[in-house]
């Protein structure tokens, strides 16, 4: 690294990668220039409306009108006193993102590094590694995240694209409401509600790294119920890694799901929804082995199956007053060289949300999660017991009180959690949100989350090295009890600016100050015999002698051109190179200096275009810094989706991802993970047929 | 060079439209045939005017603008904009933005009795007090409908908007 180029690295690296763009400008020249002879060879269809005021058409014409909708519902975002970010159905389809990790790139915020084919480090705010543990991931109400190790195995968690209402990013603590783990932000997926998806979609997608199809289809089943069922299935191809060679992370997975809504006779609505997925994955795992050449490269297939099953009742007593009753179960079950690993959970939610008075509005519930795991140990990590049953409770109350009505709003809540693994912690939050006038919103937050351990924090034992010496020498890191709960107390300021229904400006700065984090801390050496041969051990005990600060800027822009053009910009700055030992530790953190495998700065940008009636080109570009501790340079990657409706119910488009170079990397291997290898260039074609 | 002069000329020919009308454009123009379906009690209409009325925060960006001055049973259509203080029961036909989702018994306080269609898109509207629900689906965007509420307020709807709405709520 060249200390020189350190104070700059994110103008100087991209030099050598505009020259490249020059070639991609003809590219896009080509490719508007064909969308547009597209659309100068079109008529409008018999009885196309588009061409007609919808306030020329009657009643019965208007109800088999299909529509666009690309607001965010300002109105609804601006009530919070929060760094929001909303991703439409709009934003989805238009990104040509063909899996949920890829769709979260043009969130400010949040860190998403592809390690390999089926591997997305995903993080808000820092600390991303392979198990990022500071961001709560939800999928309709439903915790997404692994309980063994506090993260998320993305490959696992999919749904049908198209059926996604949104996603709502919330960076900071989110702690009040969802709890434990939302430390640095909660991805909240959801998807749309059976009603709103009757009739079929089925779609089918070629391309050079990647062949996806799916089929879902909804109706009605009574009066006011309604259903989806949907099968989906991706194959894979191969990345390489830094040298070109042909890597052996093909993977492929196939999900299938429902989901029921309905209203009973009395208005209470209900949901029930679930899914089953499968998928074997190619991995290629370097093992430390204690005899020489003391490093065992193995070609290993994974798989992991599971299933869940989550229900919701609603009672609207009044619009001052609804409860919901949501339960769910969970399980999965993940085999590879190096564990299988396994966890069961039930998880029953309660909340009831009702104005007190005119100033009072307040929120209170509980829930119980329990889940039970079974950690099979492979080569290198193994966790004792083997086996693990815990429960987390938690009570939580939050009052929105208008103490100037429509202008200032302070929120006060609080989360009491008790954990089996780590004991009770409380997470008091206060939020103040001033609305001087209709387009201008400014608020202000200070909270303190907590991530709570898992059982890979307290009681695993993991083998990441091995050398030859007098004896065979191992170095392990071990889960200790010491290793409880990372404490983080966040202070943000936001302001939103919406001056005309065509421009919106949405900017966060926060300060987060982390009172205790994970470190690990050396100890001495020790001779062990099992397994042969005899062999030093170093051991490193997790702890949490680690504090700090990180601090950055969010901004996120949308700009409505004109009626067929729109702009969509977000940009990240994250400061994270304050870390320090506090209690006598070492002030060795876990993993990458935390700071430095979070890129200083990134950006996004996507422009969108309606040509005709018929075509939709979207161009986007994002720019992330470089990895300093990990070395991974910045990159520029350049994306574009053409959209074209052949029919009124058939839509074709074509998709390019990572345009500018061959091929590009993301991260590095991380501690027991399969090795990490280069994102590539790739391009698909995909068909989607309404019926 | 050639290929950006020619990208430049197609980006700025004024051909476009969006790809399917605005789901607030479609939205506007159901407000404006709901009248057609439904009957005001004799003697509800004082005014020289045909009163819609948005409360709240508005979602429509204009499309409900371009109704004025169509009429309405002979009546020109007038599109207002009030907040939930105001004396709501003076309109033909209020849409309620989600945004006064709890105000919606401060609402219903203004209206009292007086024959106001109430027209929403919020969660569980026609089960908060409105009549007609928008409900927005991958096949365009349908309405439920809460016959009790109307006649309540002396409204009256008609058979074939009955058989139009994706649900019908009270009533039989």
Redesign the interface.
Known sequence: MDTLNRREPFVSDYREQFMQFRDF??L???L??G??SV??AQTPSAGA???V????????A??????????K????L??TAAAVFVITQDDIRRSGASSIPEVLRMAPGIEVARMNNSTWNISARGFNTRWSTKLLVLMDGRTIYSPVSSGVNWQEQDTMLPDIERIEVIRGPGATLYGANAVNGVINIIT?SA?????G?AYVAAGNQENLAGVRYGGKLG??VYYRAYVKHDARGAFRDATGAAAQDDWGRSRAGFRTDGKLAN?D?FTLQGDLFQSRLGETYDMPILTPPFLLTLNDRAQSSGGNLLGRWQR?F???SEASLQLYYDQSVTSDIAADVGYKTVDADFQHRF?ANDRH?IVWGGGYRRTRDDVTGGLTLAVLPQQGSYSIYNFFVQDEIALIPERLRLTLGSKFEHASLSGTDIQPSARLQWTPHAGHSLWGSVAKAVRTPSRLDLEARYNSAAFPGRLPTQISVFGTPAAGSEELVAQEIGYRFQPT?SFSLDATAFYNRYLKLRSTETGAPFVEAQPAPVHLVLPQYFDRKLGGHTAGVEIAAEWHTT??WRWHAAYTYLRADDLHAIDGGSGVPYKFGYGGSSPSNQFYLRSS??????T?LDVWVKTVGQLTAIEIPAYISFNLRLGW?ARKNLELSLVGQNLLEQRHAEFVTDDGTPRATQIPRSLFAQALL?F | MRQAVALAIALSLPTAYAQAPQEYAVKAGFLYNFPKFVEWPAGALPGANFALCVVGADPFEGALDKLNGKLVGGRPLVVQRYSAADALGRCQILFVSDSERRRMGQILAAIGNSPVLLVGEMENFTRLGGMIQFVTTDKGIQFEVNIETARQHGLKFSARLLQLASTVIGGK
């Open positions: 400008r003809q896009l020249g080509w508007a220039l969308a547009c659309c100068s409306s588009a061409g005021e919808p306030t020329e058409l009657g009643l019965e208007l109800l088999g009108l299909e529509v666009t909708s690309v607001g519902k300002p109105q609804r601006a009530d749309k009603r709103s998806t009757e009739g979609l009066d006011d208005g609505g609207t009044s619009s001052t104005a509005d229904q009626a067929w275009f309606d040509i005709g009636e018929r939709e409706k309404r």
